[in-house]
Nanobody, 123 residues
Framework: VQLQASGGGSVQAGGSLSLSCAASGRKINSYAMAWFRQTPGKEREFVAA????????YYADSVKGRFTISRDNAKNTVYLQMNSLKAGDTAVYYC?????????????????WGQGTLVTVSS
């Protein structure tokens, strides 16, 4: 599976951005999908995840109530709607796909990663 993340950019605090992750090579309907983020010098951090059918969604406490993950299996795409953005949300955001038997919030659960898209939030 090849993943292409897009939609990053610069926004002021309080604003919104919508990220997309388009998959190719294989259908994503066999995979859990997730978003992680990373800032320089820090480990990759879980943001949100969604199971195969889209019914179960998981969020980091830091984004709960502000971010929404969704998937469109017909379009082979997963999304991350980010509202009420804060300076602390500034990071490179990565999408991931996988089915390893690990907790869905752990990076080790994912086999495939996109290239990342930069989100910069200015205060």
């Amino acid at each position: 599976v090849q993943l292409q993340a897009s939609g990053g950019g610069s926004v002021q605090a309080g604003g919104s951005l919508s990220l997309s992750c388009a998959a190719s090579g294989r259908k994503i309907n066999s995979y859990a999908m997730a978003w992680f983020r990373q800032t320089p010098g820090k480990e990759r951090e879980f943001v949100a995840a969604i199971r195969l059918g889209g019914g179960d969604r998981y969020y980091a406490d830091s984004v709960k109530g502000r971010f929404t993950i969704s998937r469109d299996n017909a379009k082979n795409t997963v999304y991350l709607q980010m509202n009420s953005l804060k300076a602390g949300d500034t990071a490179v955001y990565y999408c991931a796909a996988g089915n390893r038997p690990l907790s869905i919030i752990r990076s080790g659960a994912y086999d495939y990663w996109g290239q990342g898209t930069l989100v910069t939030v200015s205060s």
